[in-house]
């Protein structure tokens, strides 16, 4: 019997029908996921300009002024999530997972809260990416697959509507009630607010780890014996690691906006690379969407890096004074007793 589905191209991670809406629900659910971490991440940084005179600025560009701009930045990273493919999406988790590990291990106590929020800026795609891997494996072969997706995207748009909502009024009230005292949310922001990337690094620490469990269960059900997956695991963790160390070394000698977007390009590049002799030519397109999708991320996060990157320079400044003091301060005493001698 003919078939329209017969004739039509295979996409990635998706076929002509009920998985077609599977892979755009889980897409929208990804995209949710990163709303909700944008919109408390505004909402840290906002109040952080309100409490510095100096960031007048910087809370100007942080205001909601273009209300389009987000859906369609939602939009956008939707698409890209529809199409990628589920191997390439796993491949982007764990890598970003090994990197994230290996910067927390090496953390300088002085920088630790802007390098943490860069981080968490730089998750975006890889967060997104992990919840649909996610979503993937633990609703494979479920009966209802399409209405658990349902429900699944319904909560994921009610905790983005209400993050979104109260970033809105935190940018329009926040500074009026925290002075009156009139505000339950933003008097608890008030004593609160220096609290939230520890609580939003607990929740990313569960997201990860999910995702990275899904990732390694999704791409090991592709191999048919050990030696397979050996033959596959090994290179990709070695051209991960030189990744890492590439790019830690990069970030320290080069810390801007440029370095950042370079990143992008030489993850994806080595990622290319590899697939070339260990993957299929559908993780090849895939990893062309995962580009445009992480360059996506930045562009919409490019005020942000910069005050993460402003406020590490100003704490790494104030560390070396502090460093500083105990070295001028019995210079400054023996010259004095000379003076009364």
């Known amino acids: 019997m003919f078939s329209l589905t017969s004739w039509l191209p295979s996409l990635p991670s998706m076929d002509w029908g009920s998985s077609l809406l599977d892979s755009l629900l889980q897409g929208l659910i990804g995209a949710c996921g990163v709303s909700v971490l944008g919109s408390f991440l505004k909402i840290y940084?906002?109040?952080?300009c309100v409490n510095d005179p100096k960031k007048e600025k910087e809370k100007l560009y942080l205001?909601?002024?273009?209300?389009?701009?987000?859906?369609?930045?939602?939009?956008?990273l939707t698409a890209f999530?529809?199409?990628?493919?589920?191997?390439?999406?796993?491949?982007?988790?764990?890598?970003?997972?090994?990197?994230?590990?290996?910067?927390?291990l090496s953390l300088?106590?002085?920088?630790?809260v802007p390098e943490l929020l860069q981080l968490f800026l730089l998750c975006q795609y890889s967060l997104s990416c992990g919840l649909t891997c996610g979503?993937?494996?633990?609703?494979?072969?479920?009966?209802?697959?399409?209405l658990n997706l349902l429900l699944s995207l319904g909560l994921a748009g009610l905790l983005a509507s209400g993050a979104r909502r109260l970033y809105g009024h935190v940018c329009r009230l926040y500074e009026l009630h925290s002075r009156e005292h009139y505000c339950g949310a933003c008097l608890t922001l008030l004593a609160k607010w220096q609290d939230l990337p520890t609580l939003l690094g607990r929740a990313l620490r569960v997201a990860f780890l999910v995702g990275d469990v899904a990732a390694v269960a999704l791409i090991n059900r592709d191999f048919l014996s050990t030696s397979e997956a050996v033959r596959f695991w090994t290179p990709l963790t070695i051209c991960y690691a030189l990744l890492v160390i590439y790019m830690q070394e990069e970030q320290r000698h080069h810390p801007n906006m440029?370095?950042?977007?370079?990143?992008?390009?030489?993850?994806?590049?080595?990622?290319?690379?590899?697939?070339?002799?260990?993957?299929?030519?559908?993780?090849?397109?895939?990893?062309?969407?995962?580009?445009?999708?992480?360059?996506w991320c930045l562009a919409g996060s490019r005020v942000l890096l910069d005050l993460c990157q402003n406020q590490d320079l100003s704490n790494k400044s104030v560390a070396a004074l502090n460093q500083a003091k105990p070295k001028t301060q019995p210079q400054s005493h023996l010259s004095k007793e000379k003076a009364h001698s």
């Open 258 to 295: 440029r370095i950042h977007y370079q990143t992008v390009f030489v993850r994806m590049g080595g990622l290319f690379i590899l697939l070339l002799t260990v993957g299929r030519w559908l993780d090849l397109m895939g990893v062309f969407v995962s580009l445009f999708g992480e360059l």
């Open 81 to 104: 999530l529809t199409v990628v493919g589920v191997r390439v999406a796993a491949l982007v988790v764990l890598e970003f997972s090994l990197r994230a590990v290996s910067m927390l």
């Open 135 to 146: 979503l993937s494996f633990l609703l494979e072969g479920a009966p209802h697959q399409t």
């Open 63 to 76: 205001l909601p002024q273009w209300r389009v701009l987000e859906p369609l930045h939602l939009l956008g």
């Open 45 to 48: 940084f906002f109040i952080y």
């Open 108 to 112: 300088n106590k002085n920088s630790q």
